[in-house]
Structure formats: structure tokens, C-alpha cells
């Protein structure tokens, strides 16, 4: 049996894992990276808008969510029908006094809640 030619293995070799890199730079790209998080829209508040903690999302998981929000005597009842009590650790205060949910398929309010911050009631 024919052994392939040293250099056709090598190039093959050269060839495969140029690929492999080519490829994880452009999902490195297109993610924006694997240890950022999104930043949330601008408020007059805070004109500069800020960034949720990656560990509340993942670059896609949190969006403002004002006026779906609602403040129940048993806890933030949010879209997806989650009630969350009040003393629950994943509600955060909100930087710019808006309510903002982070939750896995956010964008579908069909998720369970990572993060909820919410508006200082001064309490």
C-alpha cells in the first residue's frame, strides 16, 4: 500500500486548522466576544446608557421592560407570568431607576428570570 507524501499530509494539516481558526475568529466576532455583556439603551438618566453584568447575561438575555413590569403584593409579576418576591437575591437596583429583565429567551417573554432590577423605592 502507498503512503501519501509527507508534504500533502502537512498541507492538508495547514489547510484544516487555517479553517478552524478562520472560523472561531468569526463567531468571536460576531459574539462580540465571550466575556461581554450588552449594554442597555440609553435613558435620560443615563444618557450613556450601561452594561449588565455578564453574570446576568450573555449578550442577549436582558432588555428594558418598563410598563411590563408589575408590582404585585406577592413580588414583580413579569411578562412571562413569573412572580418574583420581593427578597428574592436576583433583583438588582436598576442604574438608571427603570425596570430591566434578564432572563434566558428574553426577547420570547417565555423565559425564567436570571436578573431583575428594578427602580429604587427608597425603601
Known amino acids: ?7 500533502h499530509s502537512l498541507r492538508g494539516a495547514l ?3 487555517a479553517t478552524i481558526a478562520a472560523i472561531a475568529f468569526i463567531l468571536f466576532v460576531i459574539c462580540g466576544g465571550l466575556a461581554n455583556a450588552h449594554d442597555a439603551e440609553p435613558t435620560s438618566v443615563l444618557p450613556q446608557g450601561w452594561s449588565y453584568p455578564f453574570a ?4 442577549y438575555d436582558c ?3 418598563t410598563g411590563e413590569m408589575k408590582e404585585e403584593p406577592d413580588g414583580y409579576h413579569t411578562p412571562s407570568g413569573e412572580v418574583i418576591p420581593y427578597s428574592d437575591k ?3 437596583l436598576s442604574p438608571d431607576g427603570e425596570f ?9 417573554d417565555a423565559g425564567k428570570t436570571i436578573c431583575l432590577f428594578v427602580p ?3 425603601t
Open 120 to 122: 429604587d423605592r427608597g
Open 63 to 65: 432588555r428594558q421592560a
Open 1 to 7: 500500500m502507498a503512503r501519501p507524501h509527507p508534504t
Open 100 to 108: 430591566h429583565w434578564c432572563a434566558h429567551q428574553a426577547g420570547l
Open 15 to 17: 489547510i484544516v486548522g
Open 56 to 59: 446576568c447575561c450573555a449578550n
Open 90 to 92: 436576583r433583583i438588582k
